[in-house]
Nanobody, 115 residues
């Protein structure tokens, strides 16, 4: 199994930046993909960005050019650098690991962007 712990959320003004971090522990050698999802009240959780162990990245169109996902060499940490934040980026952000045994989630971190 895998445990995920996020940090770095908070309240910022529109146009500012935040960096989210997520630390993975447990059976990390068999994590295939790390990613970030977000969810607002009454809506489904949506993909923000993913990164594979090979370094391939994928972004939802709404964040392309503003957000950057990265991981460390051991693939035990994943980061989300969020620039030019907009009020519509306000959500709870969840770290996700796709593992050979299934999907794992962190507890979530709130990001609030004030206009």
């Amino acid at each position: 199994q895998v445990q995920l712990v996020e940090s770095g959320g908070g309240l910022v003004q529109a146009g500012e930046s935040l960096r989210l971090s997520c630390t993975a522990s447990g059976r990390t050698f068999t994590i295939m993909t790390l990613g970030w999802y977000r969810q607002t009240p009454g809506n489904e959780r949506e993909l923000v960005a993913t990164i594979s162990r090979s370094g391939a990245t994928n972004y939802v169109d709404a964040v392309k050019g503003r957000f950057t996902i990265a991981s460390n060499n051991s693939f035990t940490m994943v980061y989300l650098q969020m620039n030019s934040l907009k009020p519509e980026d306000t959500a709870v952000y969840y770290c996700n690991a796709r593992h050979i045994t299934g999907r794992y989630w962190g507890q979530g971190t709130q990001v609030t962007v004030a206009s």
